[in-house]
């Protein structure tokens, strides 16, 4: 039962109650010989003191049930206006308070992603990102989409700085450009670029042309989704248990072994040393399935004998301890 059920449930009673007083008042004149138009002129006059001349005498009989139909029709019409009253005050401020306290989280949050649209694939992109762990705050021009958000949001087009300002991209670590035209993240990717050179960008194409100049604005990574899809669709045919294996260990969950990427900073304790003599299998369980350099190479499935360089970024494969204490490990400085 929702916050606003309470007021919503008083309000359809006052609502019914006057009804009723109103009906019984038209029915109440016209036995005493009103016609149907006087009944109700005189009914509602008396409900809401309003006062205008009867339109028809009336007699001991009629001013009895006029005092009756005062007394309950005015409490009738002031639970009802009170009712009206605190749903339109608790709806609103309830509404303020929300967005306040929207705002401070907002404010407190270091190192999150702002996910621009609340599309079909902006939405995947945040679930996903909660589910790992990450704070995200969503950004979108359509306030019904917003109203359905679990996530804090900002609304407010996000070719203005300010909306931007105000979802913290001074602090974020990663922009998400997941509008519906290219154009538009185009757009977002240069004045997000440009407001915070270091951010990463990761932008959304729909076509293949729109990829280069994205990546030319200032995008680190251009996803085209489509392309992606049809590639995954494609893999189900051609290696459907490999593709089922990488979607456990990276989506799903269910496996207690994940992939995570580790960089190695230039003060580590592991710049200099080989796979063999790290013996990070041995002291983290962490098995490193492939070594990606500084100038972008990888090095899949590496030798015993390949040395670990400062920059390089480890692709592991571990249970979340295991991962954990590869991390811990290579965050040891060099003595």
């Known amino acids: 039962m929702g916050p606003m059920t309470g007021p919503f449930r008083r309000v359809r009673i006052g609502l019914g109650l006057l009804a009723l007083v109103l009906v019984v008042g038209t029915v109440g004149y016209l036995l005493f010989g009103f016609t149907l138009i006087n009944a109700l002129y005189q009914t509602v006059s008396t409900v809401t003191t309003v006062g205008f001349a009867t339109p028809h005498p009336l007699g001991t009989g009629g001013k009895a049930f006029t005092v009756v139909l005062i007394l309950v029709g005015v409490g009738t019409a002031l639970y009802t206006f009170s009712a009206v009253l605190e749903l339109l005050i608790e709806g609103h401020m309830r509404d303020l308070v929300r967005r306040r306290r929207m705002e401070r989280d907002i404010e407190r949050m270091q190192g999150h992603v702002i996910v621009c649209g609340w599309g079909r694939v902006g ?121 089922d294996f990488v979607d456990v260990v990276m989506h799903d969950g269910t496996l207690k072994f994940r992939l995570e990427d580790l960089m190695v900073s230039s003060d580590s304790h592991l710049v200099g040393s080989t796979l063999r003599s790290a013996h990070l299998r041995d002291r983290t369980g962490a098995l490193v399935l492939a070594i990606r350099r500084p100038d972008g190479r ?22 979340a301890e295991q991962l954990e204490a590869l991390s811990a490990f290579a965050a040891q400085l060099d003595p």
């Open 123 to 243: 939405r995947e992109v945040a679930h996903f990102l909660v589910s790992a762990g990450h704070d995200v705050v969503v950004i979108d021009r359509d306030a019904d989409r917003l109203a359905e958000i679990p996530y804090p949001n900002v609304l407010g087009d996000v070719t203005e700085d300010a909306v931007l300002l105000r979802a913290g991209i001074g602090r974020a670590a990663t922009l998400v450009a997941a509008l519906d035209t290219d154009a538009d993240n185009l757009y977002v990717t240069v004045a997000s670029k440009s407001m915070r050179p270091e951010l990463q960008i990761i932008a959304r194409a729909r076509s293949e042309s729109s990829e280069p100049k994205l990546v030319r604005a200032g995008a680190d990574r251009v996803v085209n989704p489509q392309q992606l899809g049809g590639d995954r669709m494609a893999a189900f045919v051609t290696q459907p248990n490999v593709v």
């Open 298 to 319: 990888f090095l899949t499935n590496p030798s015993p004998e390949d040395t670990i360089e400062a920059g390089d970024v480890l692709i592991s494969v571990g249970t």
